[in-house]
């Protein structure tokens, strides 16, 4: 049971450059998000969704795209990297009830821009 | 959404128990309760989670306030593997998949 995958687990980037963090769960799962943790922060949510076809924007979207274009996969978009997007990346997913949602969390993205 | 206030850090002795404390004054009654928790160098981890009535499973207890205000995780005995940082979220049955805010949670650790 794979659970929530991310890759890559570690990548560099430079300024502008652009790249895709890419998640995947196989829970069918209807909801997926993803976060952001800078050193000794909590976690801020970047973009979320409840279904395929249907993506939201969370409390820091700006940088980022998302697109769900299957229940299984929920990618992240950086455009143009600026270093202020140095981060610790975390996918998430759970079931839509949230009375019995638990969210399952991946292993993280660890991310570098120069 | 309503938010939820909890202590920076926190202490503990091994094999004695842990409340971790969480205020939501402004929690609705369609808002469950959940804990996460995240240790060192990992993703964050499901703990437990309740509506109304305290829970209890292999992890930890979750007592709950009789006015739902604020509620209270329990670690029957601490080991040095609980040392982590702990968030409590609520999560809106009406709003399903919306927005889950995590706060700064609690750090906390625990002495040999």
């Known amino acids: 049971n794979a659970g929530v995958t991310q890759t890559p687990k570690f990548q560099v980037l430079k300024t502008g450059q652009s790249m895709t963090l890419q998640c995947a769960q196989d829970m069918n799962h209807e909801y997926m998000s993803w976060y952001r943790q800078d050193p000794g922060m909590g976690l801020r949510l970047i973009h979320y969704?409840?279904?395929?076809?249907?993506?939201d924007q969370g409390e820091v979207p700006n940088g980022y795209n998302v697109s769900r274009s299957t229940t299984e996969d929920f990618p992240l978009r950086l455009l143009s990297a600026a270093p202020s997007q140095t981060s610790v990346y975390f996918c998430?997913?759970?079931?839509?009830?949230?009375?019995?949602?638990?969210?399952?969390f991946g292993e993280g993205s660890r991310l570098t821009v120069l | 959404d309503a938010k939820t206030t909890q202590p920076n850090s926190m202490e503990s002795n091994e094999e004695e128990p842990v409340h971790l404390p969480c205020n939501h004054s402004?929690?609705?009654?369609?808002?469950?309760i959940h804990w996460y928790r995240q240790l060192p160098s990992q993703g964050p981890e499901y703990v437990i989670h309740?509506?109304?009535s305290n829970v209890n499973n292999r992890m930890a207890s979750l007592a709950i306030a009789e006015d739902r205000k604020s509620s209270t995780l329990i670690l029957h005995r601490a080991t040095l593997r609980d040392a982590a940082v702990y968030y409590c979220i609520l999560r809106d049955v009406h709003n399903q998949g919306g927005k889950l805010i995590f706060g700064q949670g609690t750090e906390l650790s625990v002495k040999p």
């Open positions: 969704s409840v279904g395929a076809g249907i993506t």
């Open positions: 402004t929690i609705s009654g369609t808002d469950y």
């Open positions: 998430a997913s759970s079931y839509f009830r949230v009375d019995t949602g638990e969210l399952f």
């Open positions: 309740g509506l109304t």
